[in-house]
């Protein structure tokens, strides 16, 4: 078990935050977790308190969000608001725009049970978190040196989440002048949920966006394209339609864009149990990076991925071939990589290792990252690794052996000056 240096604090934050009184009765509440995980989430927010925000806010208040999100990813809802009582600014708001869309989600699965009462509080409930949010994108809009990105950010989520409850007129004005890659979440969102008789025309907007030829259209367009095609697997004609119109705009976009829709191609095939097809897309991907030019730990986070495919698809041979392969390549390449950035390549193969069922290589590679972490002299970076890998371990359901912990544990505590 990990022990904090601020348990209590963090404790007393949550049950306040449990128990205060609000206008719902409704409240989040926490699901079933391994205490790893919840070890790990509590442990590395605990972490960044000890961040310095009036010096290091941004950084803070980021990893502070990656971690909120994360306990919304896992259920662990009443945690999650917890966290976002800590987190200053903008991103506060990201947050309870996304505790608002899984109010929503409990709303719906109410309604489709028929239980008018916790319908009715989820309602309110998301209702109120998404208001919430909105008014942090206000302040954003009201604040000199905000930016727009910021505030859309949190309304192309609040426009989720009201689409969510159908409060229709309500997600229209949230999503009314979204910038580009906002907007493309959201009209993604609503390509998932559309009903079946709309596809010609979202086909028809597919073909707009391909003949007027824009990147940044194509690049929204696409990113519907790829949802389509998962929604539509099983349809053979309509799914051949979707990817026509995307093979049609990977050379209006830049080269990893299209490589990344790519790698989603091979999840849906996986999915849907199609071996072969997740095969051919995996190739396609490894020949297609062949030719890119990306920092050596972006490369190691591309193969770590493309493992994950491969295991997906049944090639758990191949996966692990494929991590041996990329351990092999960080040790000639280690000196390329600055120090702060070494642990962003390793924790996704740690990651891997432990998805392909290889416990014994997932733990000596994230022993590896927290040793190269542990090489920076400022407490920044290390602690930015720490949240890495402990996000990393969460996601894969990884639990860390008793040596890890107590590594990642002295990390924590020799956190200081300088940062």
Known sequence: MFHSPLPRAFSLLLMLAVALPSQSATKFEDGEITSSRRELLEFAFEATILMPGKTHGVDRCMMQEDIALACIEHDQLALAHACAKRISGWRRGVVQAVLGIEAAELFRVAAAGDDDENGAGYRELANRYLELALRQADGVQRDPTGQAWQRDRIRARAAIGYQKLGQLDDAVQAANGLDAAE???????????????????????????????????????????????????????????????????????????????????????????????????????????AG??????????????????????????????????????FEVHKQEIETMFRADGLAPVGNAYERCGSRASAVAVYRLALEHAAINPNSRPRLQDLVLVALSMIDCGFEPPPTLRQRMQKMRAGLGEPW
Do not use: C
Not at 216 to 230: D, K
Not at 315 to 323: F, V
């Open 292 to 329: 890119v030019r990306v920092h050596e730990e972006d490369r190691m986070k591309f193969r770590a991925r493309l493992a994950r495919l491969l295991d997906r698809a049944g090639a758990r041979s191949e996966a692990l071939d494929e991590l041996n392969e990329t351990l092999q390549y």
């Open 183 to 289: 907007s493309a979440n959201w009209e993604s969102t609503v390509a998932a949920t559309l009903d079946d008789a709309a596809f010609d025309a979202q086909i028809q907007a597919l073909d707009t966006a391909i003949k007027v030829a824009d990147m940044q259209q194509a690049m929204n367009a696409s990113r519907i394209a790829v949802v389509l095609y998962g929604r539509y697997y099983e349809d053979e004609k309509r799914r051949a339609r979707v990817l026509d119109r995307l093979e049609r705009m990977q050379g209006l976009m830049p080269r990893m864009a299209g490589l990344g829709h790519v790698g989603e191609l091979a999840e849906a095939a996986a999915e849907h149990g199609d071996a072969r097809t997740a095969k051919r897309w995996i190739a396609q991907m490894r020949e297609q990076m």
